[in-house]
């Protein structure tokens, strides 16, 4: 069974910086993209970043330039680096990998770590 292990939330205040982990585990033949997602209270779960395997980054808009996504293809382990914390991106923020085992390519996630970026 994969799992995905969330690490690195906790408070901050505004302009601050937190750096997210996600370590990998279990039966994992392959990853291709990974990433993260956040959920605000009464918010739909939304994109923050996804990296592929080359090492290529998407982000959204709300956070370029003060997020950066990185990984470990040797570790499978993906970060977070954000900075200029703002109130807004408070949340929990889930990490996500779209990984092959024996048969089949499937998505995973976290059970997400809290970050609360106080005024």
């Known amino acids: 069974q994969v799992q995905l292990v969330e690490s690195g939330g906790g408070l901050v205040q505004t302009g601050g910086s937190l750096r997210l982990s996600c370590t990998t585990s279990?039966?994992?033949?392959?990853?291709?993209?990974m990433g993260w997602y956040r959920q605000a209270p009464g918010k739909q779960r939304e994109l923050v970043a996804v990296?592929?395997?080359?090492?290529?980054?998407n982000y959204a808009d709300s956070v370029k330039g003060r997020f950066t996504a990185s990984r470990d293809n040797a570790k499978n382990m993906v970060y977070l680096q954000m900075n200029s914390l703002k109130p807004e991106d408070t949340a929990v923020y889930y990490c996500?990998?779209?990984?092959?085992?024996?048969?089949?390519?499937?998505?995973?996630w976290g059970q997400g770590t809290q970050v609360t970026v106080s005024s």
């Open positions: 279990g039966s994992i033949f392959g990853i291709d993209d």
């Open positions: 996500y990998a779209h990984i092959y085992q024996q048969t089949n390519w499937a998505d995973y």
């Open positions: 990296i592929d395997v080359g090492g290529s980054t």
